[in-house]
Each structure stands twice: as C-alpha cells, then as structure tokens.
C-alpha cells in the first residue's frame, strides 16, 4: 500500500508557523497560521498581504490583528513559506 | 443499446448505503511521479505528487510555479520559481496530468490564409 500524505494533515502540521498562501489571482499572503477549518478559511497571524495595484507593481501591506483569510480563493498553501521576496526577484513596494 | 446503470443511482426506494466513491482519476498511480498542475486562476505548477484525498487537494513536493508574463498575464512563460512542499487546494484545480503527458501542437484556430 502507498503510503501518501494527506493535505489537511499537511495544513494541520503547519499551525503555529509560517504558512505562504497563494489566492486565485496574483495576490499571496505570508501569516502564522493559527487555525483553519473544511473549507480551508484561515486564522493568520501577523499577516503581510502581497498584491499587486493598477501598474502591476507588487504592494505590500501589513495587516494588523488576526484576519480571517475566507478560502474561497485559497489555491496554493506552503508551510514554513517565506513569502514571494525569497524567490522572486520582484519589485516591490512596502505600504503600512 | 441498453442504458448502463451509473453508479450513483439507487435501486429501489430502500435507502441503501451509497456504493463507495472511486475517484475517476486514479490518483495512487501517479503517486511519486511528476505531475502538471492547472489551477483556475491561470497558476501552473509541476511538482512530485506526494499525496491526495478525493477532493482532490493535493500535495507537491519540489514544486515549481510557471511564472507568467508580467505583461500579459495570460501568457504563461518557461520560466519558474521554487515553492517546495506545498498544498494544491482541491477547488481551485482544473487540470492534474503526468508532466510528460502534454506537449504543445501547432495551434489548430489559425484559420488558412488562402480559401
């Protein structure tokens, strides 16, 4: 029998460390995550929200509090991710 | 041509457990292997299928994402960036096929210049 990992298990390993989101569009999410539930909404924490604004260039906004991410959106999910700044080499402009 | 029975149709008014769920894609056979993912919302990635569940969230290992043109962001480019381990949400996935199951044809839309 193969042995495979669950995803939701793979989710569930990742609370309480950074998680990187990747949502539908080109906007991704970096956040400690705290909890999620079936349909994959998240708690985050500390949440730093990259999207990019009317020219294209990518804003980064810090969100303050927990948010609740709604998992509609939710495409990609990587535990212990750092966030686009580690790989990409995009431009990039820090928004408070 | 008789009509097959679908699966999920119940015989009689007994309300019988439902037959259980196969998955049409037969994911334990691409266990380990490279795969190609579409998702909805026009990300692509490729990476080494680690596991599912039969709403087919997956995981990837060594993943990489097809990064897309900047100009034109419908255009997906050959270049990618590394994500590692990741989860592919069930929901958002449109496509799952062995990484070396596609290859690009000669676009057959291109309507002929002479009638």
New interface residues.
């Given amino acids: 029998m ?1 042995l ?5 298990e ?2 569930d390993k990742a609370i309480g460390s950074k998680i990187w989101i ?5 906007t991704e999410i970096v956040g400690t995550l705290r909890g999620f539930d079936d349909y ?1 909404n998240l708690v985050l924490d500390d949440a730093v929200e990259y999207s990019p604004d009317v020219h ?1 260039e990518i804003c980064k906004t810090k969100l303050e509090s927990e948010i609740l991410l709604n ?1 509609n ?9 750092d966030g686009p700044e580690d ?2 080499a995009t431009n990039f402009k820090a928004v408070e | 041509m008789s009509k097959e029975k679908t699966p999920y149709k119940s015989s009689g008014t007994s309300a019988s457990a439902p037959p259980k769920k196969e998955s049409i894609l037969e994911l334990n056979r691409l266990v380990d292997a490279k795969v190609h993912v579409k998702c909805l919302g026009g990300r692509e990635v490729v990476g080494t299928l680690k596991g599912y569940d039969e709403l087919v969230n997956l995981v990837l290992d060594d993943t990489e994402e097809y990064l897309r043109d900047p100009d034109d962001l419908s255009k997906i480019t050959e270049t990618t960036r590394k994500l590692g381990l990741v989860v592919v949400r069930g929901t958002q996935v449109s496509l799952v096929s062995p990484q070396d199951g596609m290859e690009e044809i000669a676009n057959p839309f291109i309507a002929a210049d002479q009638d």
């Fill in positions: 193969v495979t990992i669950l995803p939701l793979l989710i990747l949502m539908r569009g080109q994959v294209g998992g959106h939710v495409t990609i999910l990587i535990p212990g991710g790989s990409m």
